[in-house]
């Protein structure tokens, strides 16, 4: 078994690439990607702490585990949202760049 | 039957009302009716209620209604009284003022403000009774103001010339600065008498309760509170009837229409000072150290007037200049105590001078509007009828006997002479000196006039050749009233060394001269009538004088008056005379152009620059930056936002844990 700050160490590692390609990327697809990558670095996070904490002082709770199951339905509702919103861009503009589609550039 | 004082002043206000509302959609018959009738109507009841005084000695009184009223603090009622000055003068106003009502029929003929002209005729004649019924000062000051502000509509009446409102303006402004003092001298009476009544004022036990109290004054010191008083309501005077300092604005007065500078500019309203000053005739005499001031402002706006009527070439500026003079002279009157002879010289003035007024409008009529004398001349021919009545005004303004100017001057000079030189008060003497001096120089100016319009060869412009005629009608016949008026006027009031009665003295309980009361008794009748013809001789002498070397100037040949303007001394002379000593200048550089300038600087730095720029321009422009520097936030970069929002939610993660750090550590 892993330890618990080896896990949440993963977790924290891929929330920030995560959050670094949203930041950082241009395309669209990517920046849903990297999304993706983050909520995958919670639920690492969630069954962690769900494992350790029904290990040892809650034992029987799932909380986490459950959760995370949320977190998944949740994420993919999400991606088939944002890929469809991703292809009513492509068609209205042709382009899926972040930076050519700042309309509301004051 | 009863005479209800009300209808005086209100029927005028009818036919205010009437015409100024109506009048526009009558014709100007209706007009005319209106706007004549009902001061003729107001005449009749003057005229009742003064036979009324005279038969049954009964002064009327109407009690009118409670105006300004806190219980125990300050009562002042609205209310009329009639006494004997009051009714001579509602007499002369209502009379006079008919008579150019009248006129104007025939001299505002095709004016397209015909009813509006008559409207504020009627509303002037209203505010005038207001002014002479009064029996409070507050009343009197209403209708103070009133006859300024109808004064101020009358001189610009024809608005479309700029010069005409300028003048207005003048004459509103001026005045504001005697009302000034006019009002401070009601406050002092509310606060020493405790009421306005003008019989409280005028009460001897009241009077000499306060003539101990003083009062300290910036500049002044201690000044007893009746010579304050005294001080501040000659000085209001000062402002309605045109004397030093603030005479200036009567000759520009002259842009309006002739009828109005008859009317308001000569009969009735300025005299209105004067008229103050007589109905206060016991306050003003328990100052006899500002009666001394009055007397020297009078004689000094008399002589300066006169020299500046000299030099004036518009025939309605002679006369103003005049008016000022004679005003000058009412003014000297009272100053030495004469207040009977300074009414009466009002009443007679009112008579020649508005005679004149309408001479001088019925030759501007005849001429199309031109009132420069040097355009004149030889008129005598075309129009007999004003050469006439002109010369009798001029020669009843000039003092020859048995004409009404005679009477009156000579009265006022022989107060001047008695308290100057029976009483042997000095200044009193020289004021004296000034006066008789400018007797002779009215005769002089105002011979001047009548040359220069009537006598000699024609100077009219080719093109009014054979256009010039007598203007008849309502003209003529108010021509006609006041010649007669000025002919026998003076004998209202001969005196008793004449065979008179002095019965205008008599009827209005005003007193002759300071010595009259009081010193009176030190001389005996005889030696006061040798005094009395002394002077009758002196005045007649100078005014003859005047009236000759006139005639040789410019009546008959020219050689004296080439060789007077021919020398340096003279011509330096006759300028200062027509630029008026230079006194609009002087104003205009020590009052008007600073004022302007400081109007101009504050204009500047307060509109300008603080409310325009720095409040209302100011405050766009930091709105403005404000957003546009906020503005660069959006920037529509969503990784931007999320960039801003995580650096947020980091912050809130921070303070959270230092929070809870904090409560741990507690």
Redesign the interface.
Known sequence: MFSLPALLYLSALLFSVG?YG???RRNILV?LMSLELMLNAVNIALVSFGRVHALTAFAGEHGGQIFTLMVLAVAAAEAAIGLSLLLVIWRRWNTID??Q?????? | MDINLLWIPLLPFLGFLINGMLGNRFGNKFVNAIACGLPILSFAISYAAWSRLISEGTELHWNGFPWIWIEGLVEIPFALHLDGIAAVMCMVITGVGSLIHLYSIGYMKGDPGYHRYFAYLNLFTTFMLILVLGDNLLLMFIGWEGVGLCSYLLIGFWYEEDANCAAGKKAFIMNRVGDFAFLLGIFLCLAHFGSLDMSTLTDATAISALSAETLSVPLLGSVSVISMIVLLLFIGATGKSAQIPLYVWLPDAMAGPTPVSALIHAATMVTSGVYLCCRLMPLFEAAPAILAIIAGIGACTALLAALIAFGQNDIKKVLAYSTVSQLGYMFFAIGVGAFSAAFFHVVTHAFFKALLFLGSGSVIHAMHHEQDMRKMGGLRKQLPFTHLTFLIGTLAIAGVPPLAGFFSKDEILFAGYQQGFLMGVDSAALFWGISFLTAGMTAFYMIRCVALTFWGESRVDSSLEGKVHEPGGWIGFALFMLAVASIVGGFLNVPEFLGGHATLGHFTGLHGSAASHGAAASFSPEDLHAAEWKSMFLSLAVAGSGLLLAYYCYGKGHALRTRFTGSGVGRWLGRLSHRKFYVDEFYATVFVRPFETISHLLFILIDRILIDGILVSGSALLTRGLGNWFRKMQTGFIPGYLLTFGCGVLLLIYMMLSLIQQGGAQ
């Not at chain 1, 589609?101 to 004051?106: E, K, M, P, Q, S």
């Open positions: 959050t949203v930041l950082a920046v972040l930076r589609l700042c309309r509301l550039n004051g």
